[in-house]
């Protein structure tokens, strides 16, 4: 067996950190070349898809300046899968604004995040944590027990002096490898109802995680958990290997059926 060294990785990219941690057996040039390589597709989806950049194809999308045929093949390849999730949800995670313009921010964070992933693993590093803005990823050769194991933030913001950890779960020796969460603490009120005209916040929830088996589930059903609202819990609860905790405004906690079943010991 070959020996393994610890990495870790941090990279800025569409507007947030992306923390990879774990081991290598890699030399340590390769490993930090097969980083580096992940990290482009981080960067290229942000040159793709970002709506903060003017002239990025999504920007020129959105102002009508050009059209989904002439923008990159996987400008396609999202709005098709934005609208697969917005069928399977049932409406509640939309990548339509309340203005009509295309804004996939619900999920292509964490389908980059996922390609950069898969991009470690076909290289050969198979026992790593992927970071993604809070949204984590658990590689399944992870070695380590603490690598399997999630804090899920207080629902206030990371300045705050009440920040913290509200709770641990634990993911070994289940079939989740993934979690996600969706809130207003960092940026406030910005989940509209898809399901109603014009902006109305989703105000139910303060905070939603949810833990999957991969992190763009997680991700688009903790965005499409907070947007419905309370009736979400048993709505969660339909959907198979999909567990989650909601957090109400006045701090009380809610959580599907088997949640409790990944609380830390």
């Not at 081991?23 to 930090?32: A, K, P, Y």
């Not at 389908?111 to 809070?134: K, P, Q, S, Y």
């Not at 959907?239 to 079943?261: C, K, M």
Request: glycine content about 8%; proline content about 5%.
């Amino acid at each position: 067996m070959n020996e393994t060294k610890p990495f870790e990785h941090i990279e800025l990219a569409m507007g947030t950190g992306f923390s990879f941690h774990g081991h290598s057996s890699l030399g340590d040039s390769e490993t930090s070349i097969v980083l580096n390589q992940a990290c482009a597709i981080l960067h290229e989806a942000d040159h793709i898809f970002s709506l903060y950049k003017p002239e990025s194809p999504l920007s020129r999308l959105a102002r009508g300046e050009t059209s989904v045929a002439e923008c990159p093949p996987v400008v396609d390849e999202i709005w098709t899968a934005c609208e697969q999730w917005e069928k399977d949800t049932e409406g509640w995670f939309s990548a339509f604004t309340p203005e009509h313009t295309f804004d996939p921010s619900g999920l292509v964070k964490t389908w980059a995040a996922n390609r950069a992933a898969e991009f470690v693993l076909e290289r050969g590093i198979t026992d790593f944590t992927l970071n993604a803005g809070g949204d984590i990823m658990i590689a399944d050769g992870v070695t380590e027990a603490v690598g399997w194991r999630m804090g899920i933030s207080k629902p206030v913001s990371i300045a705050a002096p009440d920040a913290g950890v509200l709770t641990v779960v634990d993911l070994h020796r289940t079939p989740f490898r993934a979690m996600a969460t969706s809130g207003s603490a960092e940026r406030g009120a910005h989940i509209w109802n898809p399901k109603v005209g014009g902006r109305e916040t989703a105000k139910e929830f303060v905070q939603v995680s949810v833990i999957s088996r991969d992190l763009v589930t997680a991700d688009v059903w903790a965005t499409a958990a907070f947007a419905e609202g309370e009736r979400a819990i048993e709505h969660l609860n339909r959907i198979d290997d999909i567990e989650a905790l909601f957090v109400y405004p006045d701090g009380e906690l809610a959580a599907t059926n088997g949640f409790i079943n990944l609380f830390a010991k």
